[in-house]
């Protein structure tokens, strides 16, 4: 059983950055077709925001991030990174970062991500 653990959340000013992680114990992720990170905000739906393929390096980001956030994997292939700048309160959410054995495509569907991390929550506000 893949297991996921986030990290890199916190409280930031609008305007600042935070850089997320999503390591996985034991293994190394080009397993994994694709690494993807999801929010969800109260009483909203999850969304997913931008995924990473690991055998291609083949990348989406959802629009209102575009831009904005950068998504990487690195050179021991255990980690992946999201880079968060210019952030907005409506970036607000707990971020879970989750794996499939699909390409990286989006929209993203929640349901093709089989694993998941716990989830760091990440709060913009002055």
């Known amino acids: 059983q893949l297991q996921l653990v986030e990290s890199g959340g916190g409280l930031v000013q609008p305007g600042g950055s935070l850089r997320l992680s999503c390591a996985a114990a034991?293994?190394?992720?080009?397993?994994?077709?694709?690494i993807g990170w999801f929010r969800q905000a109260p009483g909203k739906e999850r969304e997913g925001v931008s995924c990473f393929s690991t055998s291609d390096g083949r990348t989406y980001y959802e629009g209102s991030v575009k831009g904005r956030f950068t998504i990487s994997r690195d050179n021991a292939k255990s980690t992946v990174h999201l880079q968060m700048n210019s952030l907005k309160p409506e970036d607000t959410a707990v971020y879970y970062c989750a794996a499939t054995h699909l390409p990286c495509s989006g929209p993203m569907v929640r349901g093709m991500y089989n694993y998941w991390g716990q989830g760091t929550q990440v709060t913009v506000s002055s």
């Open positions: 034991d293994v190394t992720l080009d397993y994994y077709y694709a």
